[in-house]
């Protein structure tokens, strides 16, 4: 043994902490993410169409009505399918979900455990608890929803007792736990998606969106999206919505991305959201004539490459489960999406 292996093993053998290995040889950050059926949703988590959720904080942050909810459930769905012993921690505290939402993302009601929460420091105190229990290896998803309608402990007794006294304690038991949780997620693998509210700057000419919850919410989000909408209309009929996942940060995708998702009353989320218009916006579909489209690209294995298309008549797996499989395509998305 080299006298370098030597001081690694006697420095190794000293420590007082738990999961000290050489980096080389640390799995804490190995983690096989888990895709979602929807391959933009996996670039906006992860650069990459065939990725997904990994360990860590998301935050999804939006006004009221922006599917906030629908995006941590359709994450909920993909890990309860990944592991057949996987369990999830739902932090309930806006209480407007019912048993038909969770069918509808075909989650498994038995695997959840529903948490209803009514204050921060409730949160804080038992989702501790809970990650001192949670050992790594365990299957555990942790959604919390949501942060944005909680109240402190402090301002449920100012108004039982009338104070009008301002609330400075909420911020900071938000700060505590958020800095308390952090660790805890990626060494035990423990991916959690917190949804959060926005409100608008105030005193500017053009006001930014703010996420609530304080400075340490934000720094301690692995991932923060910021959901916008618009109506999807057919003629004067409203038939869905267009949401945009503006990633506002990440570790794996270029911040200020723009990634659409479709959103029908008919038939849901549109599986294939985001790849039309990324494809247009790359030159590898053109438009020759209104309401046409073409295929331009170089895949071998797209049938019909000549020929025109309406929009919806090219949302068919015939044709993007093709193009996803295709080198070049992916080398495109990655290039767009993926930070150095």
């Not at 895709?35 to 997904?52: D, H, K």
């Not at 989320?269 to 579909?285: C, H, V």
């Amino acid at each position: 043994m080299t006298k370098k292996n030597v001081l690694l093993d006697k420095l190794i053998k000293a420590t007082t902490l738990e999961d000290v290995a050489i980096l080389s040889e640390q799995d804490i950050h190995r983690h096989d993410p888990i895709s979602t059926p929807v391959p933009m949703i996996n670039v906006a988590l992860s650069a990459n169409p065939a990725g997904g959720v990994q360990p860590g904080s998301l935050m999804i942050a939006g006004d009221s009505k922006h599917f906030k909810t629908g995006f941590g459930l359709l994450l909920v769905s993909a890990f309860l399918a990944r592991y057949e012993d996987a369990v999830v921690l739902f932090y309930d505290s806006e209480f407007g979900h019912n048993d038909s939402y969770f069918d509808l993302f075909g989650i498994e009601k038995s695997r959840i455990i529903h948490c209803p929460i009514t204050t921060v420091e409730e949160w804080r105190t038992d989702i501790k608890n809970q990650l001192n229990t949670i050992e790594r290896g365990d299957h555990v998803m942790i959604l919390v929803d949501s942060i944005g309608m909680l109240a402190s402990a402090k301002e449920v007794a100012d108004a039982e007792a009338g104070s009008e006294k301002a609330d400075m304690t909420r911020a900071r038991t938000l700060n505590s736990a958020f800095r308390i949780i952090g660790p805890h997620l990626t060494l035990k693998g423990i991916p959690m998606v917190v949804i959060n509210h926005t409100y608008k700057e105030i005193g500017t000419m053009y006001p930014q969106e703010i996420i609530s919850g304080g400075k340490k919410a934000y720094l301690n989000a692995n991932d923060i999206w910021i959901i916008g909408r618009s109506k999807d209309m057919d003629d004067k009929e409203l038939v869905g919505y267009n949401f945009t996942i503006r990633v506002e940060k990440s570790r794996t995708v270029k911040e200020g991305s723009r990634i659409p998702i479709t959103i029908s009353f008919e038939k849901g989320i549109n599986k294939y959201s985001g790849l039309f218009e990324f494809a247009l916006e790359q030159g590898i579909i053109d438009s020759p004539s209104k309401g046409r489209y073409r295929y331009t690209g170089n895949c071998s294995e797209i049938v019909a490459k000549d020929k025109t298309f309406t929009r919806s008549a090219m949302d068919v797996p015939e044709f993007w489960d093709v193009l996803l499989k295709d080198p070049e395509f992916l080398t495109q998305i990655k290039d767009r999406y993926a930070l150095a």
